[in-house]
């Protein structure tokens, strides 16, 4: 049996994440304000609404209404497996959630010339992205490379230890990591880019979710 992935999402909307981790070669736990489960082997931190900006000590500056039962979960669930040194990867939401749990603060609403690359229609958008020479997503996919997207937020001052390994035309974050910690946050969402999900105009993404579970059998 392969490593079991503690999945963090909306309720019927994790079916992508827990399918690209059984083609990976682990096992999904997935639930909505899933409790804190260190029987398991990662935490996945799922794409989805916005963050409550007070957990970042800021007004309301286009945010969407926050889900605040999830807000608390996914604090609590990442706090957990943090302390307990075990592997996080997060997706759109789940890469700020990561940002802000560790101090980070967001932009709440990305201006009309850099969003018309990112999202808010009615489908991914694709556009390139610049990777941090030695990051693991450089190691990957080189230098440059085309990313999904599907979002008006993104990470801006970074939370303590995380380190930006990617970036968007637009300058902000597209990628973090945590140097010494087994974690890794990405805005685009690799589920819609890998395996049943595989696109010919962007990277394979299931390069990402084998890493994941590398780290998760450790």
Same mark, same amino acid.
């Given at each position: 049996m392969g490593p079991k992935i503690l999945i963090s999402g909306d309720e019927g909307k994790t079916f992508r994440y827990e399918e690209a981790v059984r083609q990976s070669g682990g096992v999904p736990a997935a639930g909505y304000c899933p409790a804190p489960d260190l029987s398991c082997d990662g935490l996945l931190l799922c794409g989805g609404g916005d963050l409550d900006c007070s957990l970042f000590a800021r007004e309301n500056l286009g945010s969407d209404p926050p889900d605040l039962l999830r807000d608390k979960a996914e604090m609590e669930l990442f706090h957990a497996f943090f302390e307990a040194g075990k592997p996080i990867l997060g997706v759109c939401r789940g890469m700020q959630l990561i940002n802000v749990a560790l101090g980070g603060?967001?932009?709440?609403?990305?201006? %009309?010339?850099?969003? *018309?690359?990112?999202?808010?229609?009615?489908?991914? @958008? *694709?556009? %390139?992205?610049?990777?941090? !020479?030695?990051? @693991?997503?450089? !190691? @990957?996919?080189?230098? *440059?490379?085309? *990313?999904?997207?599907?979002?008006?937020?993104?990470?801006?001052?970074?939370?303590?230890?995380?380190?930006?390994?990617?970036?968007? !035309?637009?300058?902000? %974050?597209?990628?973090?990591?945590? %140097?010494?910690?087994?974690i890794l946050g990405v805005q685009f969402h690799p589920e819609r880019m890998s395996f049943a999900h595989l696109r010919p105009d962007t990277i394979d993404a299931a390069a990402i979710f084998s890493h994941f579970l590398t780290l998760c059998r450790h």
């Open positions: 603060d967001l932009i709440q609403d990305l201006p %009309p010339h850099i969003r *018309v690359f990112h999202g808010r229609t009615d489908h991914d @958008l *694709v556009h %390139p992205i610049r990777n941090l !020479e030695g990051s @693991l997503l450089y !190691e @990957l996919y080189g230098s *440059v490379c085309p *990313v999904n997207s599907f979002h008006h937020q993104a990470v801006s001052r970074l939370g303590a230890g995380l380190r930006a390994i990617s970036w968007a !035309e637009g300058g902000f %974050p597209e990628a973090v990591d945590c %140097p010494g910690r087994p």
